[in-house]
């Protein structure tokens, strides 16, 4: 399992981290397009029983996984402008858009295991023929209700845009790390948060424990509101930094492996709650930062840590098996205490005082 990952893995580093830039280059609903046509191929490979369609089904996803984190963002924020609608509106929108895909989740669970009951006595693959439907459904609506305008800059001229946007603001370099930190964090979560709960051979009902992280993940994304605009009116950065030394926190308390299932559970909410919060929140800090030709590019280059970090820990920890699962906790919670520390940094202009490479790039151009 962990080498059938690594591949996923290996896919979204070596592959996933260019088809997102080209989207910006060649147009998002391409890209989006393409996503769906990969799904499409991985509910069909999904559906087969031979061993190398596990290895193939699984870099399908990875890929199309990396087109959708990157290049959906940037379409809404293209047709949210073009529309002219009120840029303050996209908070509202990112706080949705995080609370339909956890709501979604939820209703996948529930029809999934609808299907596997109906599949055991029909004998059909009713998950990877259902997940195939929805890949056409999207793919044709995507065709038919998207008309976009193709950027028409060319592949060296973007190129040297996205490195400009990285050398010359300090501040696109923090969100990326922050960006990356979260990717990891939420990466090793599911991959670590079973074999936490079920140590030590425990019994637990694990299908009434996934809707509670989920659940609180939507609850964490109602918060946005309530965060920015309504009740207590914070600075974005502030309550960044909070969340991020508490998401950091629950981490470390798991790292050292505590045994009551009460305690994990509040912490996995606590935890799932938090990226509820910040995921909307970092895709509100893109949009004031990041320009919308750039930010499929910019996502996907700050994710190439994050899946280098997932690789070697699939690799050393779960087939080598020379990484303790506390000690990827621990490098998790690292990693969410770093980006709190960026966070300030974007706060406290940092990027102002000390970012000094855009005087090395603007003599090199």
């Not at 592959?15 to 989207?23: E, I, V």
């Not at 910006?24 to 490979?45: H, P, R, T, Y």
């Not at 293209?78 to 709501?103: C, I, Y």
């Not at 990285?166 to 979260?182: E, I, P, Q, T, W």
């Amino acid at each position: 399992m962990a080498l059938v990952l690594s591949s996923g893995s290996v896919a979204s580093l070596l592959l996933g981290t260019f088809l997102a830039p080209l989207s910006d280059v060649l147009g998002q609903k391409k890209a989006c397009m393409f996503a769906c046509l990969l799904q499409l191929a991985g509910g069909i490979l999904r559906g087969m029983n031979k061993y190398p369609s596990v290895w193939m089904t699984c870099i399908f996803l990875s890929l199309s996984s990396s087109i959708y984190s990157c290049s959906f963002e940037t379409w809404m924020v293209t047709e949210h402008e073009k529309l002219g609608f009120r840029k303050e509106l996209l908070s509202d929108t990112f706080w949705l858009m995080t609370f339909m895909e956890s709501a979604s989740l939820i209703g996948s669970q529930v029809m999934a295991n609808s299907l596997i009951s109906w599949s055991s006595e029909s004998g059909l693959a009713s998950p990877a023929v259902s997940a195939f439907a929805l890949a056409i459904v999207c793919l044709l609506y995507i065709n038919s209700g998207w008309d976009e305008h193709v950027p028409s800059s060319t592949f060296k001229n973007y190129k040297l845009s996205l490195s400009s946007l990285f050398l010359n603001d300090g501040r696109v370099l923090l969100l990326a790390c922050a960006h990356s930190a979260v990717h990891f964090s939420m990466a090793i979560f599911w991959l670590l948060w079973i074999p936490t709960v079920v140590a030590d051979g425990r019994e637990v009902a694990l299908g009434l424990i996934y809707p509670c992280l989920l659940g609180a993940r939507m609850f964490g994304s109602t918060m946005v509101p309530w965060m920015f605009n309504g009740f207590f009116s914070i600075e974005v950065e502030d309550c960044l930094t909070i969340v991020f030394m508490v998401v950091g926190f629950s981490f470390s308390v798991i790292a050292y492996d505590y045994q009551e299932i009460a305690v994990l559970v509040v912490l996995f909410c606590i935890i799932h709650g938090s990226f509820g919060l910040i995921v909307p929140s970092l895709a509100r800090l893109r949009s004031m930062y990041v320009p919308n030709e750039l930010r499929a590019g910019m996502m996907s280059l700050s994710l190439v840590p994050a899946n280098a970090g997932i690789l070697y820990v699939l690799i050393q920890g779960g087939y080598n098996r020379k990484l303790e699962n506390s000690t990827i906790m621990a490098l998790s919670s690292f990693g969410l205490f770093s980006a709190a520390v960026c966070i300030q940094l974007l706060k406290g202009k940092w990027w102002q005082r000390n970012c000094n490479w855009h005087v090395l790039w603007s003599a090199y151009v």
